[in-house]
């Protein structure tokens, strides 16, 4: 059992689309999860680390490679729905969630999104944002977050957001939301009893749930993000970035 603190729990699911298998491809001799478990265990120790999967193969590699994990329910519809199930059965006051295709995220920000939650007692979640310039504002793909006082999230969208008046179009600077988030373990035990509102259905963002049933989010800017692993194309420059370049050293 972890002792009440923090928990970082990662959701593991087997089925991929635009990847197939992406977190057992092994490439770099250590499959892609356990690349993940690693850094974020980095954070607040393994002791405090559970991975939340929905297959037993996922389970295997990471009880193989030392890791705690617990075999979950196949058919949530979301992470944080599966963190939920594990959430239920540990005593931790926040809880961490990190995504499993992750493999470079920074344990230093996975400490700063539980600090958040110490350092705003009115906030239920906590989460993080990076500059973004105007390809970020146009990607649908990107999200964007607006911060009210106090680092408060006031809304998150796909859509350009601020957009300038006086310009005419989106601002030429953003926030972009960075996918780790941080609850309150209650706040998270609840989720799933949120009503899902019509922004949330219309933008398929999941923390727009929370803001419409008065959830305050606590949000911290970070100067980068570790970029994550939807495609071959990920894989691949993850790969590159793994191996030291042997450029300069042959005939030496």
């Known amino acids: 059992m972890i002792q009440p603190g923090v928990a970082v729990l990662i959701p ?7 990847l197939p298998e992406k977190l057992l491809l092994a490439e770099t001799g250590t499959p892609l999860l356990i690349h993940t478990c690693r850094r974020a265990a980095a954070a607040f120790g393994s ?4 991975v939340c999967a929905d297959d037993p ?15 979950t329910r196949a058919d949530h519809q979301s992470g944080t729905d599966r963190i939920a199930e594990v959430a239920a059965g540990i005593d931790a006051a926040v809880v961490v969630n990190v995504q499993a295709d992750e493999p470079e995220i920074d344990p230093a920000h996975i400490r700063l999104v539980a600090e958040l939650c110490a ?3 009115d906030a239920g979640m906590a ?3 990076t500059p973004g310039d105007i390809e970020d504002q146009l990607n649908p793909d990107n999200v964007k977050v ?18 300038d008046r006086d310009r005419g179009g989106p601002a ?3 926030l972009r939301h960075v996918g780790i988030y941080a609850y309150r373990r209650q706040v998270l035990l609840d989720y799933d009893r949120l009503a899902r509102s019509e922004l949330e259905e219309r933008e398929r963002l999941e923390q727009l749930r929370a803001i419409a049933a008065g959830v305050v ?9 570790a970029p994550g692993i939807d495609t071959r194309a990920d894989y691949d420059a993850f790969l590159r970035r793994q191996r030291p370049s042997s450029e300069g050293s042959e005939g030496q």
């Not at 607006?146 to 957009?163: D, E, K, N, Q, S």
């Not at 989010?217 to 993000?225: M, R």
């Open 12 to 18: 593991a699911r087997r089925a991929s689309t635009r």
């Open 47 to 50: 002791d405090a680390l559970i």
């Open 57 to 71: 193969e996922l389970v295997a590699v990471a009880t193989d490679h030392g890791f705690r994990a617990e075999l």
């Open 119 to 121: 350092h705003h007692p």
């Open 127 to 129: 989460t993080l944002a």
């Open 146 to 163: 607006v911060l009210g006082a106090g680092g408060r999230a006031i809304t998150f969208t796909r859509a350009p957001a601020p957009w």
């Open 172 to 174: 030429a600077t953003c």
């Open 217 to 225: 989010i606590a949000c911290g800017v970070v100067e980068h993000s």
